[in-house]
C-alpha cells in the first residue's frame, strides 16, 4: 500500500475542515446575523465539520498506534 498519498488526503482533508471551522467561529456566523436561516446553516455545518476532523484525528490516530504512519 503506498501510505504517503494516503496519508497526505487524510491530513489535507483534515486542514481543510479545520479551516473551515475557524471561518465559521470568526466571520461566517456573524456574516449572517441578519439572516437566521443562514445562520442556522453555518450552525449545523459547523457541528458537521467538527464531527469529522473527531472522526479523521481518532483514524489517524489509529495509523500512528499501527506504525503505518
Not at 489535507?12 to 456566523?29: A, N
Not at 455545518?45 to 489517524?60: F, S, V
Amino acid at each position: 500500500m503506498s501510505t504517503s498519498n494516503l496519508h497526505h488526503n487524510l491530513v489535507q482533508q483534515l486542514s481543510e475542515l479545520m479551516d473551515s471551522v475557524w471561518r465559521y467561529e470568526h466571520f461566517y456566523k456573524n456574516d449572517a446575523e441578519g439572516c437566521e436561516k443562514c445562520r442556522a446553516l453555518w450552525e449545523e455545518l459547523h457541528k458537521r465539520h467538527e464531527e469529522d476532523i473527531k472522526m479523521l484525528r481518532d483514524h489517524l490516530a489509529d495509523h500512528v498506534k499501527a506504525g503505518d504512519w
